[in-house]
Every structure is written in C-alpha cells, then in structure tokens.
C-alpha cells in the first residue's frame, strides 16, 4: 500500500485519515501544539534579545560555535511548528487528514549530534538545544505513530526471534 492509499489502515484496523483527525481533535495535540508554539516564541525572543548580547560577548570561536547551533536549533523549531500548523489545519478543517498523510509533512528523523563541542556557549543556548531536541524526539515519535507505513505487529521483535529460532532448534 502506498501512502496515497484511502484505505491505508492501522494495525488495529482503522484508516491512518481516522486516526490523524482523531490526534489533532485530542487534548494532547493541544498541550503539544502549546508547548511547541511557547518554545518557538521563547526562543526567538532569547535569540533576539539576551542570547544576542551573549553572543557579543563571546570569543570568535565560541561565537562561531553559537552561530551554528542557534541556526541548527532555529531550523529544528521551525520543523517541529510546521507540523504541529499541519495537524491544525486538519483540526480546522482546512487541510484533509488524507493530505496530511503525504510524505512532504512528515518529520525526518533527527540527526543525533555530538553535545556542542564549545564550552564557553552561554547555559541557556543550551537548555533551549536540549528542549528543541526532547520536543522533536516526541514529536517525531507522534508522527510515526500516526503515519507508520508498516503495521506493528510486523515489526521484528529481536529478542523473540531468537526464542523462536531455540526452539526450531531443539525440536530438530
């Protein structure tokens, strides 16, 4: 099945469109989307107002380093807004659930970095790195929940795999 499928469903049977129309009608989209919009808004207001005269203040290799972590996070934070707005707008009707379900608003998955390697990055550039990365990982665990291709119950279960493959042994 393709994701352009109306009858993609889920492994428990109900179509992927029930199931991104129930998400953005539920109170944990709400608490998601409110937490997601706040950090977007705290952010830019650090990065415009203190984190800029912390940035001043640092050496040319630390302001470097800020640089490109306050893009890496600016870049992270719009890709999170830009797919709570999604399920938003299917909430309000102005986007279907099926459109929601192509592959461009999906979320990638996340690059898993090294900590910043300059030490003199101010603390609060920081904890917004931190929380930018924990909302994206929650987020993109949402979304492949919601648009999982592959049923679960098809996943590969490492461990009972091995049972299985004990017990074909012994019973040879």
């Not at 107002?49 to 934070?77: P, V």
Request: with cysteine; glycine share 4%.
């Amino acid at each position: 099945m393709s994701t352009n499928d109306t009858t993609l469903l889920t492994p428990t049977g109900r179509s992927r469109e029930a199931v991104v129309d129930d998400f953005a009608r539920s109170e944990l989209f709400d608490r998601t989307f409110r937490e997601g919009m706040e950090l977007v808004e705290e952010t830019a207001a650090y990065l415009d107002g203190d984190g800029r005269r912390e940035s001043k203040l640092l050496s040319r290799a630390a302001a470097l380093a800020y640089a490109g972590e306050s893009m890496k996070l600016t870049t992270r934070l719009m890709q999170i807004a830009s797919w709570l707005l999604v399920q938003r707008a299917v909430r309000e009707g102005d986007m279907s659930a099926l459109a929601a379900c192509e592959p461009r608003y999906r979320l990638a998955d996340r690059k898993v970095e090294a900590e910043p390697t300059h030490s003199d990055l101010p603390i609060a550039l920081i904890e917004y790195l931190v929380r930018s990365e924990r909302l994206y990982d929650r987020v993109l665990h949402l979304d492949r929940k919601m648009y999982l291709d592959a049923p679960e119950e098809e996943a590969v279960n490492p461990v009972q795999s091995q049972l299985d493959r004990l017990a074909a042994a012994f019973r040879q």
